[in-house]
């Protein structure tokens, strides 16, 4: 009896050490995939139970029963996050825990570019397949709007940045993030005005900024180009800029600013109207707020591109035809 006894204590010995070390072997064998890459999303409040049901609708060859129970056997089940994850060839149960566990989303990135005015940005955005269009047919107003900022001009309210978002995320979370980086921003720059400065408020500050941002070829001249803005604001005098002029176009514009555009009347038409316009005309990025704020303290109040990116800057208006006849006319 004491034989039979410890054959069968043995025999279940065995069997317990073989399904372990199955199990230690099988968390560390590649899954099977349906293809390269498989996308998996998981909801916030799934529970473990459902999220290995999850990777296995998602196409991976696996039994979610055991997928489950390694979830449960490794005590990390309650520190799956919710997510939009992308599952890669090669992956193992231990692998793909850990994954969930950390966080590790499928990020993808989309740049807003200095000077793009708000019409390239929703296009920018509605060309991200796997970003989430809920701005999809709204007008403007309505996106500021659902951005909380009711009756607020979209148009330089977004920073110029790389922003990183998981697969399946709204454009309205990318949106919102790019305004608060540009609040944060304004407020930086403006915190950093000088007295000489001719804007009087943080919104005149982001409009001529985006002037700045528009009409600078050479960054090193963006304090020069927000010198002469400023002298003209100061002295009275028309900011006559071309970029102002093609924003209040719009689609009119037809590529070659012809004289009777800039005799046509617009809110931003700084030929026709003094001051400032109602409105910025672009994003500004950093070095361009804080030009805006922090011009160069010289007297130009003219200034030519060369042809190169740079631009040549008179005090004179004299000066300034001479300028103007050697850069651009060749005299």
């Known amino acids: 009896m004491r034989r039979f006894l410890l054959t069968v204590f043995l025999l279940v010995s065995l069997s317990v050490l073989g399904a372990g070390g199955w199990a230690l072997w099988w968390v560390y064998q590649p899954l099977r995939l349906p293809a390269p890459t498989v996308d998996l999303s998981i909801e916030p409040g799934t529970l473990p139970r459902g999220v290995a049901q999850a990777v296995h609708d998602a196409g991976v060859d ?23 994850y992308e599952l890669e060839g090669g992956i193992t149960p231990h692998r793909l825990l850990a994954k969930l566990a950390r966080g590790e989303e499928s990020l993808r990135a989309v740049t807003l570019v200095e000077g793009w005015n708000f019409r390239q940005v929703r296009a920018a955005l509605a060309n991200e397949d796997v970003l989430k269009p809920d701005t999809r047919g709204l007008t403007d107003e309505a996106l500021m709007n659902l951005l909380g900022r009711p009756g607020v001009h979209p148009e330089g309210r977004f920073f110029p940045d790389t922003y990183t978002y998981a697969k399946g995320s709204s454009d309205v979370a990318v949106l919102k993030r790019a305004m608060r980086a540009m609040d944060k921003r304004l407020a930086q720059a403006w915190a950093l005005r000088s007295p000489q400065a001719a ?7 982001l409009v001529l900024a985006s002037i700045v941002e528009k009409e600078t070829g050479k960054a090193a001249d963006r304090p020069l180009v927000a010198a002469v803005f400023n002298n003209r604001l100061r002295a ?41 316009p109602p409105t910025p005309i672009a994003m500004p990025g950093k070095a361009s707020l804080l030009a805006a704020v922090q011009p160069a303290q010289t007297d130009v109040l003219y200034f030519v591109s060369r042809g190169d990116g740079s631009s040549h800057f008179s005090a004179s208006l004299d000066e300034h035809n001479r300028a103007v006849n050697k850069y651009q006319r060749g005299q």
């Open 199 to 205: 804007v009087n408020t943080p919104e005149e500050a």
């Open 62 to 84: 696996v039994d979610p029963d055991l997928l489950y129970w390694w979830f449960r056997f490794s005590g990390q089940a309650r520190q799956i996050k919710a997510g939009s």
């Open 236 to 276: 009275g005098m028309p900011l006559q800029t071309d970029p102002t002029v093609i924003y209040g176009l719009g689609p009119a514009f037809t590529g070659n600013l012809k004289k009777k555009d800039l005799q046509a009347d617009t809110p931003w038409n700084t030929y026709t109207r003094a001051g400032l």
